[in-house]
C-alpha cells in the first residue's frame, strides 16, 4: 500500500463516501440482510469506480456501522504510455489505463480490476514466450512488451474480437496443455472452440483421444 500525501487523500474522500452513501442506505439499528449487504457493494463498487477509479479495493465491515476496514488503490505513475497501474500479485507487471479500461468494457465488470486482471494473468503467464508479444488465457489474449525488466500489459482481447486465424494461432493443441484438463470437455456441444472437427474425417477413420478433445475457454 502506498503511503503518500496523494494517497491518504484518496483514501479519506473514499471512507467519507462509503460512510455517507451507508447512512443514506440503513438505519443505524437496522439489521442488514445478506441480500442487502450483496445489493450494497455492487452499487457502491460501481459508484466508487466510476468516482475513484477501477484500481480500489473497499472492503466494509457492516458490524461497525459502515466502518471501512480497507482501501487500497494500487500505486501508478505516469509515463509516456499514460498512467500505469501496478499489479497486486505480480511485482513486475504493470497495466495501462487503457488495459484496464478495455477489460472493464470487455468482461462488464465495474469490480477492482487490477484484482480480476491479475486472476487472468496467473493463467496467462503460463504461455509467456509461445507467442511474441501476447500472453493467453482461457478467456481472452492480453498484448504486452518487455521495458526495463517490467511487463507491460497494453490491453484485454476478449475471443469475440480475435479472427478466425488468431484462434487458430492462440488456442491451439500446445496452448491447452498449459491449461488445466478441466478446460478440456470431449462433448463437442460444450465447447467454445473444437480443435478437430470429427465430422470432415473420411468415414472409418478414428483420431486419437488427444485429438478428439474439444476445449472450452472461460469454461
Known amino acids: 500500500m502506498v503511503k503518500d500525501r496523494q494517497f491518504d487523500f484518496k483514501k479519506a474522500q473514499i471512507e467519507n463516501f462509503i460512510r455517507a452513501e451507508f ?19 455492487e452499487a457502491t463498487t460501481r459508484k466508487i469506480a466510476e468516482k475513484f477509479g477501477k484500481d480500489v479495493l473497499c472492503l466494509v465491515d457492516f458490524t461497525k456501522h459502515g466502518f471501512v476496514s480497507l482501501v487500497s488503490p494500487s500505486h501508478t505513475e505516469s509515463t509516456d504510455k499514460g498512467r500505469l497501474f501496478r499489479s497486486f500479485s505480480h511485482p513486475q507487471v504493470y ?12 468482461t462488464e465488470t465495474m469490480e477492482n480490476c487490477v484484482i480480476s486482471l491479475d486472476a487472468y494473468l496467473s493463467a496467462a503467464m503460463m504461455t509467456y514466450g509461445m507467442f511474441d508479444g501476447y500472453l493467453v488465457c482461457m478467456d481472452g489474449v492480453f498484448a504486452y512488451e518487455l521495458e526495463d525488466e517490467r511487463l507491460i500489459i497494453k490491453t484485454y482481447i476478449n475471443h469475440e474480437l480475435l479472427t478466425d486465424t488468431q484462434i487458430e494461432k492462440f488456442y491451439g493443441p500446445e496452448t491447452f496443455l498449459c491449461f488445466a484438463d478441466d ?3 470431449g462433448d463437442s456441444g460444450e465447447s467454445d472452440f473444437i480443435l478437430l472437427d470429427e465430422l470432415s474425417l473420411p468415414a472409418g477413420e478414428n483420431p486419437g483421444e488427444e485429438e478428439k478433445r474439444a476445449v472450452s475457454p472461460g469454461k
Not at 447512512?23 to 442488514?32: D, G, H, L, T, W
Open 23 to 41: 447512512k443514506k442506505k440503513f438505519s443505524r439499528n437496522a439489521r442488514i440482510s445478506v441480500r442487502k449487504r450483496q445489493r450494497f457493494m
Open 95 to 106: 497495466y495501462t489505463s487503457h488495459c484496464l479500461e478495455r477489460f472493464s468494457q470487455r
Open 183 to 185: 478446460a478440456i470437455t
